[in-house]
């Protein structure tokens, strides 16, 4: 005797009729999806797309004063962006900031965190390079650029009067998380980027006392240390030769010199707010006479990256 299907079977037999036919159609859009991402070109190289130029939001009211730390630090201890900015503007670390007695202050905090340091938003005349990383002796802030663009900027703490951190154009090259000072090896450095290897200069997490202290290095805070770590491009060694380097890493420019036995050059904010104030066209001196190396490494970095 035949049987009877039940609605709910005649309904699975309906959806199983729907599949077989729709199965097909699914199959081959997939492989036509996975054909199409097997075809892109392998790099090892990071693509870095054109950044869209951002309009930095400046302060209501441009302007700093001198404070007491203590009074400042227990009215403002829940806000940590303003934290962040009165240790910028103060060139120190949590550390060293509770050691000062006065500090500089903003007088409104309306700005974007980049706002309160020198570096420009934008600089055209260098959109074409991907990435590049300056160090300012003068102001003792650093500030990472892709393709025009400031998408990083914070401060430092370079080479004392005695080790002065030496001026003009590096690349990264190897990279550790922690790693022992070759001046003393009792410091340990975390988040070390190397630049100079003959000479044992990087970028690294360390003390930021307020001035330049440190043994050539390039002191930064941790945030940030971890920030340009990821951020930076490493040297690539050649495989057949493993004492040349293959591929150099992210143009560093360091430049400009320090007043030691002078104020610090942050105290003229009181007076001038816009006096560390550097244009697009000062950023466009300090690398134009680097620029043709600059490029020749990145495009060397790009053809290396499009071939493997």
């Known amino acids: ?27 081959l859009v997939f492989l036509t999806l996975l054909l199409s991402h097997c075809n892109q070109p392998v790099t090892n190289d990071v693509q870095i797309q054109p950044q869209a130029q951002r309009k930095r939001v400046e302060p209501k009211n441009v302007g700093y004063h001198i404070e007491k730390r203590k009074e400042w630090i ?10 962040r900015v009165v240790l910028a503007v103060n060139r120190v670390d949590v550390k060293h900031l509770a050691l000062m007695d006065t500090i500089i202050v903003p007088n409104d905090f309306t700005g974007d ?25 003068p102001t003792q802030v650093f500030a990472a650029y892709e393709m025009g663009e400031l998408v990083y900027t914070g401060p430092v703490s370079m080479g004392r009067k005695n080790d002065q951190t030496p001026t003009g154009l590096y690349f990264t090259n190897w990279k550790a998380e922690k790693t022992t000072s070759t001046f003393n090896d009792e410091w340990d450095l975390r988040w070390n980027f190397n630049i100079e290897n003959k000479l044992g200069i990087g970028f690294h997490q360390y003390d930021l006392p307020g001035y330049p202290a440190s043994h050539s290095c390039l002191r930064l805070l941790e ?12 040297w690539e060694m050649d495989k057949k030769n493993k004492d040349s380097v293959s591929i150099k890493g992210t143009p560093v ?15 003229q904010l009181v007076t001038d707010p ?14 134009a006479p680097f620029l043709q190396s600059i490029m020749a490494e990145q495009q060397k970095r790009t053809s290396i990256a499009t071939t493997n």
């Open 274 to 287: 816009h006096a560390l104030d550097m244009p697009a066209t000062s950023v466009e001196s300090l690398t």
């Open 74 to 83: 227990k009215n403002n201890a829940a806000d940590s962006l303003k934290q």
């Open 1 to 27: 005797m035949a049987c009877r299907l039940s609605i709910h079977e005649k309904q699975a037999n309906s959806r199983q009729s729907i599949m077989r036919k729709i199965y097909p159609i699914l199959q």
């Open 113 to 137: 965190y980049d706002s309160y340091l020198p570096f420009p938003a934008s600089v055209p005349s260098i959109k074409d390079i991907k990435k590049i990383l300056f160090f300012s002796y």
């Open 253 to 267: 420019i360091v430049f400009g010199s320090y007043p030691f036995g002078s104020p610090k050059p942050w105290l």
């Open 223 to 234: 945030k940030d240390a971890i920030y340009l770590y990821s951020w930076a491009d490493q």
